[in-house]
Every structure is written in structure tokens, then in C-alpha cells.
């Protein structure tokens, strides 16, 4: 019922034109005082807390706000309860466009629906703020929990769902400082759901992290990958500019271990901050400042990946990376959530190309879990180097024709 | 108002996510290990190149592991005291002849052993870190922050000496006089530093001194005497000159007789509110019994003393980010910083959802700390021990005696590894009043005590009930930013303000470390000012007129 009436508004809400991710592509200064009250709304239920933090942080940019906010005001005005209540309203369907589900049957439905379009899911449950051994243990508990219970839903191996797990939210204490240790414990809370995730043939993918962790993540994947071949699967940030270098340890651990190994190329999840950690530290930016390079380093590190043989999927909302994706030996294109669609139901399905969703879930009754992955998104989408921010509305319709006509043209197609 | 920027660029840290940097620090921990550790041979009191190893000499324990020995350090006498202090006075009055001789040669030569000692700082921290977090139990990570912290006050000091000894001329319109402001080094420094960042504070103050041309007296806390020698081993290596550096470890007894000593002219001061007042005493007494006998006249004391450092939270706070903050305010280096968290303020009731939930994950992040040795072990652990027997037992008693009034929220017991080591696990107190003593005292220590109130302008009051060196608020609600901050500065008490992020950390250059009122006498480490503790400004005006006419020689 819930899900239905989010769909029903948020149909009606594209009709009227309204997209809540455009109110945060305009004035920073709006964008940055909407991100601080979607926080505040994920966190708390106090009626007067939430009127507070309305009118302190919305008022005084009151007239940049989109018309719709005019009648949050007068709700406020008139009860702090209603506005409360509207506000909730608003960031459940506002979550729910990135977010697949809070419980087991809303989940459920989400993989039906995408498999019934013959779509593979990725999901990655939300929450890896974590600051005890207590939520780092709940955490993996839920991946298990998630991932047994799928098959009692009819959900198996023949659906082909993969899991994201971040391992930085599996040790409390981890620390870039002793890596050994670290990897230990991490590797030891991991095997409960790498046996599962064998026993019923899922797979996981070692999710992209800040730069700090990517030692400790490499070693519990080379560890996990020896001890479970091509269950485990990593994930390469190609806006790191030492990112090759990550292609060829995988590339020689493929042939040490003697097994497939997947790798999903992604720009990276974090490009803001790696360069604020950075420039605090005192250390090179480690990352590409300029987008192209980017690109460029993109391109460089999927065709290495494919010449060494490794498994190579795309993980990137550029068409042009999709598209030098599919044409250099591609394995897999996987696309986000609430972003992905257009180019997924209009370019890469119809030609019979296969496509995984990455699906972020939570397992509580709030999104409140989901905020810092909500927050990354809109500011990964709305800064001055975005793709999305470049590509949005009308111009993305645009990229997916880009990108329709791009796999015409491909030549082993053409030819086949 | 005008804000004028100031650039400084810090030391790089150390990337713990590069594996070369992790195979450096593993070979670094075994040359620590074979030239370092478990020495028996005393490390001798240095006083003017001389070693000497005649006297009595007290053992250093690892607090982590409380049995293991190591090392020993010579206990400087008063004899030496009497002996370093003449030998600084003499280098000075020499050093002075050569700053008004050759002035650029003086200060160049001085340029040139800061750098020296940099590059060694930099070149041999693989096995500085691990000599730091064996002697005070800290751990690797901080160990090496302190490194990157000590190269930092270096280089700012380097790059403000010049400015420094800028002489200006005055009036320079009238024609008739010469007018000019000159500043001199005013003479032998004594330090006298504390354990908890026994490298960076100590070169602080040492190397501001230096560049200054100050010599200086330097009594480590004992506690950390061994990393104390080698920043003295390491500033001669450097080319620093013998007469112009003293090693003098001891007791209260050494810092003392150098406070009263005639010859010293400023004393840097860290440590307890009580011992800071007592030196602030001692000084000016001494020399107006005798004035006559002390050549550098009044004595400059800069201290940086003791605190109880508030926060607010504010229920407009994302709780992730608040979290965060008090788990590393309160449990990095287990308080035992002069910025370390000790009494939280919450804007709301207990049983409003903002506290539980916070209260929970704060509780929940506490109980999940590690706690073992920082350097050997299968882990090198984060959270470690409190520096000694005597800091132990004052933690365990005040808890105790808390205890009488409320039991603690939270009270990890760690008494299994009391046999190993001093390790106190983290507490805390909801419901002390907050006008006890057992509040007001600096616990220096891993208990945080938390207090729910109705208002931020009651949290505020209450905040500024006790001396401070750092505050910090955490709100996303601009007027209670503006309100919070407001209410600090008058309050007058705040050295450092802190809004929306942790109150520890503080990065030279960055942030302006420097307390005030009973917590210390206001320089900001690694400021312009700092520099200015170690000179007096002369004045010198020439008259050219004579008979009304002008005789002009220039």
C-alpha cells in the first residue's frame, strides 16, 4: 500500500515537473541549508525540533526555494506537527527514489521488479556509520539475515543478487595503522556471510571506500578471494590517480589464486572528500582533480583490466564510459538506483545487454540509516565536476540517445 | 573588520594507507628495539656538552607493561642545576656580543641547526614514534602525529625568526633624531615540559628559545625522560651548540631550583594548573628578595596549565558527527590532553529521543574500544594505558568517590589487565553536581562526566564555571552557533572555540592553541607572538642636533 502510494506521488510529482534533485543543482548556499534539514528530518520526530530547523535554515532563503516549499511554511505556521508530518512524507519519498526497501517484503519486491525486466540487483544495506563492535556485528547480522531470508522469498541464485558490504563498517576499531590486525577481524566477521553467500550463490563485492581503508580492503579481499575464488569481488575507484596499480595487484592475485577475479570500475565515491582529507593532512591530492583525467583514467584502467584478463563491469552513470565499456569487453554494466533508469530502459535492456542495479536498502522502519549515502549522492551529483549535474532533465535524454546510437554503431554488433 | 590570512603549509601526514609507509614503520619498530629498548647504562644529565654520570639515577617503565624496564636516566642535582645555569648565562653573554656583531651570520647559524634537527626528525621518526609510545603509552598513530606536530613548530618558527628581530625605525620625518625599536634575545629559558607530548612540546619550546638565541635548561617530565635525551642527542647531532642546551632530568625538586635560579630570564611551563601557579610564586619571589642578584630582572613565566574543557551539544547536531566528536575528545590518548573533553552539556532532557539515541551509540562506542600496548603485542592497540602508578590511582579514587554519589553510566573494567599495565577503561558520570569537586578538577583521565540542561544559555553559564583551554559546540542551527560563541568570548575563559567538530587536535599553524586565563598565559603556539616570550625590544634614539645645528653622521 505505502509503496504503491510513493509510486502514485511520485508520478504525480514528475507530471507537475518536480524533481527533488534538481532543488539541491542550483544556489550552493540553498542546496547546502536543504541537505542540513533532510538531516535533521532523518533523525529525529520532535514536531518542535523539526519546526526550529525549518524556519532557522529555510527562511532566510525563502525566496530561492522552489514554490512548493511556500505551502511547507504555512503548514508550519499553522501546527509544528503537520509540518512534521509533511516533512517526513517528503524525505520517505525522497529516499525512497535511491533507496530499494526497509524491510524484507518492500526488498523483495524491488529484485522481483527488476528481475521481471531482466535485471540483475546489487544491494548494499545503509548504515556504515558505525561506531561499536555492537553496530559493526549488526551490520554483517543483517547482510546474513538479508541474504537467507531471500531464498524463502523464491529469490536464489537464478536471480543472480550480488551484495556491496563496506568492510570499515565491520570493525569498529579498524585502523589504517595496523592493517594486519584489522584484516584478522574483518576477515573473521565476514565468514559467516561468505558461507552463505556460497551455499546459496550470491555474490559480494567489496564496496568503495575512503582511500585510508583501501590497503586493509585489499587484503581481506585477496584473503576472502583465496578462500572463496570469484564469490568475493572488488570494486576500483578509477578517480584514484594510482588506480592502475590497483588493476595490476588484482591482475596478478588472479593468477596466483587461479580464479576469476570481478571487478566493478566505478569513478568513486568519495572525489570531495578524499580532496578535503588530503589538503587537511598536508598530503598530495590523491585523487583527479579534473574530470577528464578522470575519464581518461577510467578508460585506461577497464582496458588493462580486460587485457589482464580480469572480469571487468562498469559502475559509472556516464554513457560514454558505458558505451567504451561495452565496446572493450565489458562484463556487466551496473547502474544506481533512481539514477540509472533512463539509460537501463532505454538504451542497454532493449538491446540485450546485461545490467545490474545497485541497490541500496535499509532494515529499519526509518531511512534515517540511509542519510550519509542520501547526502553523497546529491552532493556527488551537484557539484561543479558532476556528471548528473551536467546531464540532468532534458539533457539526459540526450545521453541516453548518445548512448543508444553509440551501441548501434558498435562493430562486433553490427557484425553480429 | 579587517581579517587578515596567514598561510603555513604542515607537515604531510603519515599515509597509514600506503604499504611502504606500514613496512617503514615495521623496520623502524626493530631498530627501536635493538638500540633502544631495555638499555641499562643511564642515559646521563647533559650540561654543556659535558656528560655526566656520577649521580643517582631513576628507572623508566613501560605503563603499558608496568614490570618492564625501559630505561634508566641519571637524576640531574642541584650542583648541575648551579653548573647549567652558568654555562647557559656565559653562552648567552657570548651569543649576545655575536647577535650585535653579526647579526645575519648569528641568526643563519641558528637557521641551519633548526633545519638540521628537522631533517634528523624526519629521517629517524620510524624509530622516534615507537621510543614515544613505549615511554607514554600512546599510541603509533599519535606518536606520529606528534612527530608531524614537533616539524611543524619548527618550521613556523623558522619562518617568522626573521620578522622577529625586525628592527623599526620610528619618526623617521624628524631629522633631528635617530629613533630606533631593537629587539634582543633576553636570556637563558628554562622548560620544563610535560609527558603527554614529551617530543613536540618540548622542541616547541626548545626550538622557539633557539632560533630566539635563548639557551635553554630543559627538565623533562620524568615520565619521559628517555625521549627527552634523544631530542637533546638529536638538537647536538644537529650542530646545536653545547652551551646552549642542558639536559637535567628530576624531579620537582630540579624545577624548582632552575626557577629561582639567577640566571634564568623566562620559564615555559606545561603541566598542572597547581604546580604552574606555585613556579608564577616562586619566580617573583626569588627575585624580589634579591633583585640585584639576577641579571635578566623579572622573570617571563608562559604557562600552559590545566583545564576542564566543556562541549554543548545541541539536539539540531547531526548525532553521527557528535558521536564521533566525543569518543575522540573524550578517549583519544584516554584524556590525557590538556584539550580532552570533561564535562558534555546536552540541550535536552534524558528522555528526549536525541539523548537516548545519542547516549546509546556514545555509550556503545566507548565499550568497544581495545585497550593493550601501542608498539608490541599481536595488535598495536590505539587506546593504552595512563602514564603511571600515581595518575592510576588518582583516576580510580575520584571514581570512587563519584561512585558514593551515582553509579556511572558506563564503567568498562579493564582489572584483568591492571596486573599488565595501568589501563583504566572509559566512564561516565551522568548526574555529579556539577559545582563538586570531583567535577571542577582536571581529571587528566578517561572519565567524562555529562550533564543534561534545559537551555543552551544554561549550558553556556555552566561551561564557563571552570577554566578551559578548548570548547566546542556542536549545532547546525546558526543562531545557537552565534549565541554559543558569544557567550564564550565574554566569558573570557576560551583559548580555542570549536564548532561542529571534536575539541582535541589542535594543528599548529591551523588552529590557535594557546590558553588563557588559569590555563595559561595566552601565547598562541606557533603564532608570531609566541616568539616575542624569548626578546626584549630595546630603544635607541640618537640626538643630531647640538648648538642648533645638525650633525648628521649616518
Redesign the interface.
Known amino acids: 500500500m505505502a509503496r504503491r502510494r510513493r509510486t502514485h506521488t511520485m508520478k504525480i510529482l514528475d507530471w507537475l515537473g518536480v524533481d527533488p534533485m534538481g532543488w539541491f543543482l542550483g544556489d550552493k548556499d540553498v542546496a547546502s541549508r536543504l541537505i ?1 534539514m533532510t ?2 528530518v532523518s ?4 514536531p518542535d ?1 523539526i519546526k ?2 525549518f524556519f ?2 529555510l527562511e532566510p532563503v525563502k525566496d530561492k526555494l522552489p514554490r512548493i516549499f511556500s505551502l511547507l511554511f504555512l503548514s508550519g505556521k499553522m501546527s509544528s506537527a503537520l509540518l512534521a508530518y509533511e516533512l517526513h512524507i517528503g524525505f520517505r519519498i525522497f529516499a525512497g527514489r535511491f533507496i530499494g526497501g526497509n524491510d524484507m517484503p518492500s526488498i523483495v519486491r524491488t529484485i522481483r521488479s527488476y528481475h521481471a525486466k531482466g535485471i540483475k540487483v546489487n544491494l548494499d544495506i545503509l548504515g556504515d ?1 558505525v ?6 556485528q549488526k551490520y554483517i547480522d543483517d547482510y546474513c539475515l538479508l541474504f537467507s531470508e531471500l531464498p524463502k522469498y523464491g529469490i536464489n541464485a537464478s536471480h543472480d543478487v550480488s551484495a556491496s558490504i563496506k568492510i570499515s563498517a565491520a570493525y ?2 579498524i ?5 594486519d ?1 584489522s584484516v584478522g577481524v574483518i576477515c573473521n566477521r565476514l565468514e559467516p556471510f561468505f558461507v552463505l553467500a556460497q551455499k546459496f550463490g550470491f555474490n559480494i563485492y567489496f564496496d568503495a571506500l575512503e ?5 586493509i580492503q585489499f587484503r581481506v579481499f585477496e584473503r576472502m578471494h583465496k578462500k572463496y575464488g570469484d564469490t568475493a569481488r572488488f570494486v576500483v575507484q578509477s578517480y584514484f590517480k594510482d588506480s592502475l596499480g590497483m588493476i595490476d595487484r588484482l591482475a596478478e592475485m588472479r593468477v596466483r589464486h587461479g580464479s576469476p577475479v570481478w571487478v566493478r570500475l566505478v569513478l568513486g565515491a568519495y572525489h570531495s572528500f578524499e580532496q578535503y582529507t588530503a589538503r587537511i ?4 591530492i590523491p585523487v583527479w582533480t579534473v574530470k577528464e583525467d578522470t575519464n581518461r583514467n577510467f578508460r585506461a584502467c577497464f582496458s588493462e583490466g580486460v587485457r589482464r584478463s580480469l572480469c571487468m563491469v562498469s559502475g559509472t552513470q556516464n554513457a560514454d564510459h558505458i558505451l567504451y565499456a561495452l565496446k572493450n569487453g565489458s562484463s556487466g554494466t551496473q547502474l544506481l538506483r533512481g539514477m540509472g533508469e533512463p539509460y537501463a530502459f532505454g538504451a542497454l535492456v532493449p538491446q540485450g545487454f546485461p545490467v545490474c542495479f545497485y541497490v541500496p536498502v535499509v532494515l529499519t522502519k526509518s531511512f534515517a540509516q540511509g542519510i ?1 549515502f542520501l547526502i553523497r549522492r546529491v552532493d556527488d551529483n551537484t557539484g561543479p565536476e558532476s556528471f548528473l549535474a551536467r546531464y540532468f532533465g532534458r539533457k539526459m535524454k540526450g545521453a541516453v540517445r548518445t548512448l543508444k546510437e553509440g551501441i548501434e554503431e558498435i562493430e562486433w554488433r553490427k557484425a553480429a | 573588520m579587517m581579517i587578515q590570512n596567514e598561510y603555513f ?11 611502504h609507509i ?1 613496512a617503514k ?1 615495521e623496520q623502524g619498530i626493530k631498530a627501536f628495539e635493538s638500540k633502544w629498548f631495555g638499555v641499562m647504562k643511564p642515559r646521563p644529565v647533559i650540561i654543556g656538552g659535558d656528560e655526566d654520570n656520577t649521580g643517582d639515577y631513576m628507572d623508566i617503565y613501560d605503563p603499558a607493561r608496568r614490570f618492564r624496564l625501559l630505561g634508566r636516566v641519571r637524576i640531574a642535582t642541584p650542583d648541575n642545576v648551579e653548573k647549567a645555569c652558568l654555562v647557559a648565562h656565559r653562552a648567552f653573554q657570548k651569543s649576545l656580543e655575536f647577535f650585535w656583531d653579526d647579526f645575519d651570520g648569528w641568526l643563519l647559524g641558528r637557521k641551519r641547526v633548526i633545519q638540521k634537527a628537522l631533517e634528523l626528525i624526519r629521517e629517524e621518526r620510524y624509530i622516534i614514534a615507537p621510543l614515544i609510545s613505549c615511554e607514554v603509552s600512546k ?3 599519535g606518536s ?1 602525529g606528534e612527530i ?1 606536530e614537533a616539524i611543524d613548530f619548527g618550521e613556523y618558527y623558522l619562518s617568522q625568526v626573521d620578522a622577529l628581530f625586525e628592527r623599526v625605525r620610528t619618526r623617521s620625518d624628524i631629522e633631528t633624531e635617530k629613533n630606533m625599536r631593537i629587539p634582543v634575545p633576553r636570556g637563558p629559558t628554562v622548560a620544563i615540559k610535560v609527558w603527554n607530548f614529551p617530543l613536540s612540546l618540548s622542541f616547541e619550546s626548545i626550538g622557539a628559545s633557539y632560533l630566539a638565541g635563548c639557551p635553554v635548561l630543559f627538565k623533562p617530565a620524568e615520565q619521559s625522560s628517555l625521549v627527552g635525551y634523544y631530542l637533546v642527542d638529536l638538537l647536538l647531532r644537529a650542530g646545536m651548540e653545547s652551551d646552549f642546551i642542558s639536559y637535567l632530568p628530576g624531579y620537582g625538586d630540579i624545577g624548582e631550583a632552575l626557577v629561582k635560579n639567577p640566571y634564568t630570564a623566562h620559564i615555559c611551563f606545561t603541566g598542572s594548573m597547581e604546580v604552574g601557579h606555585k613556579i608564577n610564586v616562586a619566580a617573583a619571589v626569588a627575585v624580589a628578595e634579591n633583585p640585584y642578584a639576577y641579571p635578566c630582572g623579572t622573570k617571563r613565566i608562559e604557562g600552559e596549565l590545566g583545564a576542564n574543557n566543556p562541549m554543548i551539544v545541541t ?2 547536531a ?3 558527527d557528535v ?2 566528536a566525543i ?1 575522540v575528545s573524550k578517549w583519544n590518548q584516554e584524556g590525557r590532553k590538556c584539550s580532552a573533553l570533561q564535562r558534555l552539556f546536552i540541550v535536552a532532557s534524558p528522555e ?3 539523548s537516548k ?1 545519542l547516549m546509546s ?1 556514545v555509550i ?2 566507548a ?4 585497550y593493550g600496548h601501542p608498539v608490541f603485542g ?3 592497540y ?1 587506546n593504552n594505558a595512563v602514564i603511571d602508578g600515581e595518575a592510576f590511582k588518582r583516576i580510580k579514587d575520584r571514581i570512587n568517590e563519584c561512585r558514593k554519589i551515582k553509579e556511572p553510566l558506563l564503567e568498562v573494567d579493564l582489572s584483568d589487565m591492571e596486573e599488565d599495565g595501568y589501563f583504566i577503561g572509559p566512564v561516565i558520570f551522568e548526574g555529579i553536581p556539577h559545582d563538586s569537586s570531583l567535577v571542577r578538577e582536571e581529571i587528566f583521565g578517561p572519565v567524562l562526566f555529562i550533564f543534561f540542561v534545559d537551555s543552551l544559555e544554561e549550558a553556556i553559564r555552566m561551561a564557563n564555571m571552570y577554566p578551559h583551554i578548548t570548547t566546542g559546540i556542536f549545532t ?4 545557537e552557533k552565534g549565541q554559543f560563541i558569544r557567550g564564550m568570548m565574554t566569558g573570557g575563559k576560551s583559548g580555542l572555540i570549536y564548532v561542529n567538530r571534536e575539541i582535541v587536535g589542535a594543528v599548529a599553524g591551523q588552529h590557535q592553541f594557546g590558553p588563557i586565563n588559569q590555563s595559561g598565559s595566552g601565547y598562541k603556539l606557533a603564532t608570531p607572538n609566541r616568539m616575542r616570550l624569548f626578546v626584549n625590544e630595546v630603544g635607541v634614539s640618537e640626538n643630531f642636533l647640538s648648538q642648533g645645528v645638525l650633525f648628521k653622521n649616518e
Not at chain 1, 533523525?43 to 520532535?46: E, I, K, L, M, R
Not at chain 1, 593532512?281 to 598530495?284: P, S, Y
Not at chain 2, 601526514?13 to 604499504?19: A, G, I, R, T, V
Request: proline share 5%; hydrophobic share 25%.
Open positions: 542540513q538531516m535533521i533523525q529525529t520526530n520532535d525540533d526550529k530547523a532557522g535554515l556509520a561506531f561499536s563492535e555492537k553496530e559493526a569498529s576499531q585502523d589504517p595503522s595496523n592493517p590486525y582511500r585510508e581503508y583501501r590497503e593532512r598536508g598530503q598530495d550519509g | 603549509r604542515n607537515e604531510p601526514q603519515e599515509d597509514f594507507s600506503d604499504p606500514i614503520i599510541s603509533l598513530k606520529f608531524e539536539r539540531s547531526n548525532i553521527d558521536v564521533k569518543l528526549h529521543e536525541f539515541a551509540r556503545g562506542g565499550s568497544s574500544f581495545e599481536k595488535k598495536r590505539s547546525q542551527d546558526a543562531k
